[in-house]
């Protein structure tokens, strides 16, 4: 039996999403972009309602417009996730994304990688991208087909991540590399030579 497209995709093969069902997908999911993308700021429930329709999901994670993507229902967000604006998630693969996961603005994940041989390059083949619990994705990161981030781990802003990342790390860098592991300074300091004071950030309940 003839494999479908959808499953050459999740094989990591060579496809063409021309067919199968596959653009009518994509122009569903640009009018569910385009609804999410021009949602009234305070519309929180619709704005909520709108993730869920967009993911096929419920999630409680926080996206700020504008936010792009290719289809939606490849891109898993766990709880507690902060999406900054301007954010592009090319997701013909899948996209599993964390809890806690912090997104600075202008962020870029690719799934699709074309092959270097110009007379194929008009077919894609796809790989999975993984971010673990407690990252922090710095501004205009560029997140490439295949990559894994280890849990707990800063990838510093610019940079371009071309292969795994380990947990409890930061990295910086084109392309990106390990600077160093996670200490207990950072764990004490918030920046250099400040440290968390307990009472610091109280946050006061007000009747209602």
Known sequence: MQETMRQRIAAGKLFTDYCEGLPEDRLAAKRRMKRFNELDPADAQGRAALIAEILG???????????????????????????????????????????????????NIATVNHPINPAMR????????????????????????????????????????THDIPAHTVAVGVPCRVLRE??????????????????????????S
Not at 84 to 90: A, E, G, L, T
Not at 129 to 157: H, L, Q, S
């Open 57 to 107: 999901a419920s999630a409680n994670a926080w996206i700020e417009p504008p936010f792009y993507f290719c289809y939606g229902t490849n891109i898993t967000i766990g709880d507690g996730t902060y999406i900054n604006v301007n954010c592009s998630f090319i997701d013909d693969g899948c996209i599993t994304i964390g809890k806690r996961v912090m997104f600075g603005p202008s962020v």
């Open 122 to 161: 008009e077919f894609m083949f796809a790989d999975p991208v993984t971010i673990g619990d407690d990252c922090w994705i710095g501004a205009n990161v560029t997140i490439c087909p295949g990559v894994t981030i280890g849990e707990g781990t800063t990838i510093g802003a610019g940079s371009v991540v």
């Open 182 to 207: 996670i200490s207990e300074m950072d764990m004490a300091e918030y920046r250099p030579g400040m440290t968390f004071a307990d009472d610091e950030l109280v946050r006061e309940t007000k009747a």
